[in-house]
């Protein structure tokens, strides 16, 4: 009887494990493809001519806490690929996404990016979500040559790794100062921020206070308390009475929106009047159906928004609801944008080469999705942004409110 | 201010409180630490959250959560460590299969219903109560009173029937309880449903009051939780309930005057100096360990 139940429970777990194995050879097979072609393509050479597939890799999160951001990028960047091989690819090839998963941990990101930079047949790389994750394989990318395009990555120092590491995403100090002018037009005084202890979250603490203390005349807001919190956090309820305590009326959270919407869920509770300012991380369907009723009412500035009566926006955001089954987010967007930027290198310079690619990305130059997309020297693109506030469950415009940094400083700054 | 975070604490030390007393209960019985308790919680809530998806509605999902976590804890007794018990395997080997075991329930879970953060009903809405100037949420004290309720009752169960007599006499000696007719094998089972069942219990309550449910919520809370027993002196219930108001009490505290940073350093200070200086926790009986 023991042995029978042991030899049931072997089998159940070697049933199991052949399972959840299929999953993995997938994605893994793929890569073997990929490997294969590039020898092909080292043997046959004439990598430019040749007829075999462009490849282009997406790295990030599929698992874990910020899988939502990482599978609904990777549709982005599938629906910009698949466009242009409607049209009859690029440079007469055809072009091929491969993904991979970094679960945005830094220490899977380095080895992964490892195994990019080792498959010469790979031309590009797209994605990484977090700063930090991005940064430690970024440079493993740069070491080698190959350009990397992050949709979602903020830190300032993010393209400062090399020349090879673009993002299409707005920096910190655009963030802080969409904040400040969203402050300034919410008409409150006291302003708290709440924000993961990791690169990211120390950085856009740092970039609001550089930005109170350069410009903070020219604000009527004032920071009272800046929090930090651990990654992976749920109950919030020890720093929200420490907000009450200091008397904040808004709070700004850069944070993913896993951790901001029971951060919001808790502090509502106690407080109905208190006024929520979110970063584009909250910008997406989950953080509404996470946060239930209680994200009526937040704000928040974004690149994008679906809503814009662009043919390209309404075009892009018909295909992805198809795709993903609801409307994309300002990371997803800024992907999509980002792997557009990389196929147009590969059309002027007519070579997938990594080096000619990285040779041409900071000619740049057209009209995206979020934004007129450039690159200025240090690989940054700069993002303009919208306000948007959450009415009944839906992100409605409010026109007119935000203005671009550049506008900005010219206004206030003489 | 103070007296706020710190009820605050005690809120938050409830929910380890329920997940640690599921850890004591296994202990006190068969010296072994069941590190797969806190993959268990997590099933329950994900069998709770199943359940409201299926729309059977709370109550229904609360039962049905209990029953097949009580049945998954029954089960893994029965399939894994009674046949290595039956052997007399080492405690070790015991410990590193239930290792084995919460790996396989995450992972399971991740497979079934995705890694995302799910959103939970809440359970309890009616308002906010002010008790000595600090405003305490209806959520907060119900899970206050029902983690109270449901404590009173284990202990009842443990203490004053005849299986928790029987759970008693193996703890002592499971030997001379089988002597004296106890069926010591259905007692560990008994005490396994059990187990499922507070981490059920603890699972709904705990997605209800954070309103979301994940397949890592285990992680952090059971490593808590776990820690709340053995501040407590494992083993021992009422200790559960004590070392887990004091590790919830000394995060709040840390958050408040120290940052969201500190949490969990500072919690884990406080087990340490108590167990420094009493080192089979604050109501552990001594030379508990006979391994």
Same mark, same amino acid.
């Given at each position: 009887?023991?042995?029978?139940?042991?030899?049931?429970?072997?089998?159940?777990?070697?049933?199991?494990?052949?399972?959840?194995?299929?999953?993995?050879?997938?994605?893994?097979?793929?890569?073997?493809?990929?490997?294969?072609?590039?020898?092909?393509?080292?043997?046959?050479?004439?990598?430019?001519?040749?007829?075999?597939?462009?490849?282009?890799?997406?790295?990030?999160?599929?698992?874990?806490?910020?899988?939502?951001?990482?599978?609904?990028?990777?549709?982005?960047?599938?629906?910009?690929?698949?466009?242009?091989?409607?049209?009859?690819?690029?440079?007469?090839?055809?072009?091929?996404?491969?993904?991979?998963?970094?679960?945005?941990? $830094?220490?899977?990101? +380095?080895?992964?990016?490892?195994?990019?930079?080792?498959?010469?047949?790979?031309?590009?790389?797209?994605?990484?979500?977090?700063? *930090?994750?991005?940064?430690?394989?970024?440079?493993?990318?740069?070491?080698?040559?190959?350009?990397?395009?992050?949709?979602?990555?903020?830190?300032?120092?993010?393209?400062?790794?090399?020349?090879?590491?673009?993002?299409?995403?707005?920096?910190?100090?655009?963030?802080?100062?969409?904040?400040?002018?969203?402050?300034?037009?919410?008409?409150?005084?006291?302003?708290?921020?709440?924000?993961?202890?990791?690169?990211?979250?120390? +950085?856009?603490?740092?970039?609001?206070?550089?930005?109170?203390?350069?410009? *903070?005349?020219?604000?009527?807001?004032?920071?009272?308390?800046?929090?930090?919190?651990?990654?992976?956090?749920?109950?919030?309820?020890?720093?929200?009475? %420490?907000?009450?305590?200091?008397?904040?009326?808004?709070?700004?959270? $850069?944070?993913?929106?896993?951790?901001?919407?029971?951060?919001?869920?808790?502090?509502?509770?106690?407080?109905?009047?208190?006024?929520?300012?979110? $970063?584009?991380?909250?910008?997406?369907?989950?953080?509404?159906?996470?946060?239930?009723?209680?994200?009526?009412?937040?704000?928040? *500035?974004?690149?994008?928004?679906?809503?814009?009566?662009?043919?390209?926006?309404?075009?892009?955001?018909? %295909?992805?609801?198809?795709?993903?089954?609801?409307?994309?987010?300002?990371?997803?967007?800024?992907?999509?944008?980002?792997?557009?930027?990389?196929?147009?290198?590969?059309?002027?310079?007519?070579?997938?080469?990594?080096?000619?690619?990285?040779?041409?990305?900071?000619?740049?130059?057209?009209?995206?999705?979020?934004?007129?997309?450039?690159?200025?020297?240090?690989?940054?693109?700069?993002?303009?942004?919208?306000?948007?506030?959450?009415?009944?469950? %839906?992100?409605?415009?409010?026109?007119?409110?935000?203005?671009?940094?550049?506008?900005?400083?010219?206004?206030?700054?003489? | 201010?103070?007296?706020?975070?710190?009820?605050?604490?005690?809120?938050?030390?409830?929910?380890?409180?329920?997940?640690?007393?599921?850890?004591? /209960?296994?202990?006190?019985?068969?010296? /072994?630490?069941?590190?797969?308790?806190?993959?268990?919680?997590?099933?329950?809530?994900?069998?709770?959250?199943?359940?409201?998806?299926?729309?059977?509605?709370?109550?229904?999902?609360?039962?049905?959560?209990?029953?097949?976590?009580?049945?998954?804890?029954? =089960?893994?007794?029965?399939?894994?460590?009674?046949?290595?018990?039956?052997?007399?395997?080492?405690?070790?080997?015991?410990?590193?299969?239930?290792?084995?075991?919460?790996?396989?329930?995450?992972?399971? /879970?991740?497979?079934?219903?995705?890694?995302?953060?799910?959103?939970?009903?809440?359970?309890?809405?009616?308002?906010?109560?002010?008790?000595?100037?600090?405003?305490?949420?209806?959520?907060?004290?119900?899970?206050?009173?029902?983690?109270?309720?449901?404590?009173?009752?284990?202990?009842?169960?443990?203490?004053?029937?005849?299986?928790?007599?029987?759970?008693?006499?193996?703890?002592?000696?499971?030997? @001379?309880?089988?002597?004296?007719?106890?069926?010591?094998?259905?007692?560990?089972?008994?005490?396994?449903?059990?187990?499922?069942?507070? @981490?059920?219990?603890? #699972?709904?309550?705990?997605?209800?009051?954070?309103?979301?449910?994940?397949?890592?919520?285990?992680?952090? =809370?059971?490593?808590?939780?776990?820690?709340?027993?053995?501040?407590?002196?494992?083993?021992?219930?009422?200790?559960?309930?004590? #070392?887990?108001?004091?590790?919830?009490?000394?995060?709040?505290?840390?958050?408040?005057?120290?940052?969201?940073?500190?949490?969990?350093?500072?919690?884990?200070?406080?087990?340490?100096?108590?167990?420094?200086?009493?080192?089979?926790?604050?109501?552990?009986?001594?030379?508990?360990?006979?391994?």
């Amino acid at each position: 009887m023991k042995k029978k139940s042991m030899c049931l429970l072997l089998t159940l777990v070697m049933a199991a494990s052949i399972l959840t194995g299929c999953g993995d050879k997938k994605s893994e097979s793929t890569q073997a493809e990929a490997g294969s072609s590039s020898k092909d393509a080292d043997t046959t050479q004439a990598a430019d001519n040749s007829k075999e597939d462009i490849t282009l890799a997406f790295v990030g999160p599929q698992t874990g806490d910020n899988a939502e951001y990482g599978k609904s990028m990777k549709t982005a960047a599938q629906i910009a690929v698949d466009e242009w091989n409607e049209k009859g690819g690029v440079i007469g090839r055809k072009i091929k996404l491969v993904d991979f998963d970094d679960a945005n941990s $830094s220490e899977q990101a +380095a080895s992964i990016a490892e195994k990019i930079v080792g498959d010469s047949s790979i031309s590009a790389v797209l994605g990484h979500f977090s700063s *930090g994750v991005g940064m430690t394989a970024g440079e493993v990318y740069q070491e080698s040559g190959i350009a990397l395009i992050n949709g979602s990555a903020a830190h300032m120092d993010f393209a400062k790794v090399g020349d090879c590491i673009f993002r299409n995403n707005a920096i910190y100090t655009t963030d802080a100062n969409t904040m400040l002018q969203i402050m300034d037009y919410l008409g409150v005084k006291k302003i708290g921020t709440i924000n993961p202890n990791n690169d990211a979250g120390v +950085a856009v603490t740092t970039a609001i206070q550089d930005m109170l203390e350069r410009y *903070g005349d020219q604000y009527s807001g004032e920071l009272v308390l800046a929090e930090l919190y651990e990654d992976g956090t749920v109950d919030f309820t020890a720093t929200v009475a %420490k907000f009450q305590q200091a008397g904040v009326e808004a709070i700004y959270s $850069s944070g993913p929106y896993s951790a901001t919407a029971p951060f919001i869920q808790q502090y509502r509770e106690k407080d109905k009047d208190v006024k929520f300012v979110m $970063s584009a991380a909250c910008f997406s369907q989950e953080f509404i159906e996470l946060a239930g009723k209680d994200a009526n009412g937040v704000v928040l *500035g974004t690149s994008f928004f679906y809503e814009s009566e662009d043919p390209a926006i309404q075009s892009f955001a018909k %295909k992805f609801e198809e795709a993903y089954g609801s409307n994309p987010s300002t990371f997803a967007a800024q992907v999509y944008d980002a792997t557009n930027a990389i196929l147009y290198a590969i059309e002027a310079g007519n070579s997938a080469e990594r080096a000619d690619i990285v040779k041409n990305l900071p000619n740049t130059d057209f009209q995206g999705v979020t934004g007129k997309i450039t690159f200025d020297e240090e690989g940054n693109c700069l993002k303009e942004q919208v306000l948007l506030e959450i009415e009944d469950g %839906k992100y409605v415009e409010i026109p007119d409110v935000l203005k671009s940094q550049a506008d900005w400083e010219a206004e206030h700054i003489k | 201010m103070l007296l706020e975070q710190i009820l605050n604490g005690v809120m938050l030390g409830m929910v380890y409180a329920l997940i640690a007393v599921g850890y004591s /209960l296994v202990f006190g019985i068969l010296r /072994l630490l069941n590190m797969a308790h806190g993959s268990i919680f997590a099933f329950g809530a994900h069998m709770a959250l199943f359940a409201v998806a299926m729309q059977w509605g709370m109550p229904a999902a609360f039962v049905f959560s209990i029953l097949m976590t009580g049945l998954l804890g029954m =089960a893994m007794d029965r399939v894994i460590l009674a046949p290595l018990r039956a052997k007399n395997a080492p405690n070790i080997t015991c410990l590193i299969s239930v290792i084995g075991v919460s790996y396989i329930i995450q992972n399971m /879970l991740m497979i079934c219903f995705d890694s995302t953060k799910k959103t939970f009903p809440k359970l309890f809405d009616f308002g906010n109560v002010e008790i000595f100037g600090v405003t305490l949420t209806s959520a907060q004290i119900m899970m206050f009173l029902i983690a109270l309720v449901f404590l009173v009752i284990l202990t009842i169960i443990v203490n004053k029937t005849k299986i928790g007599l029987a759970m008693r006499a193996s703890r002592e000696n499971s030997k @001379a309880a089988n002597l004296m007719g106890i069926d010591v094998k259905k007692v560990v089972t008994f005490t396994f449903f059990l187990s499922g069942m507070c @981490a059920a219990v603890a #699972g709904v309550l705990v997605s209800g009051y954070y309103q979301m449910v994940y397949c890592t919520m285990g992680t952090d =809370a059971g490593l808590k939780g776990f820690s709340a027993a053995v501040l407590g002196g494992i083993g021992v219930l009422y200790g559960s309930v004590v #070392g887990g108001i004091v590790v919830g009490v000394a995060e709040a505290l840390a958050v408040a005057f120290l940052g969201g940073s500190f949490r969990s350093a500072i919690a884990y200070v406080v087990l340490f100096l108590v167990l420094l200086i009493r080192p089979s926790g604050l109501f552990g009986k001594d030379n508990i360990d006979k391994v």
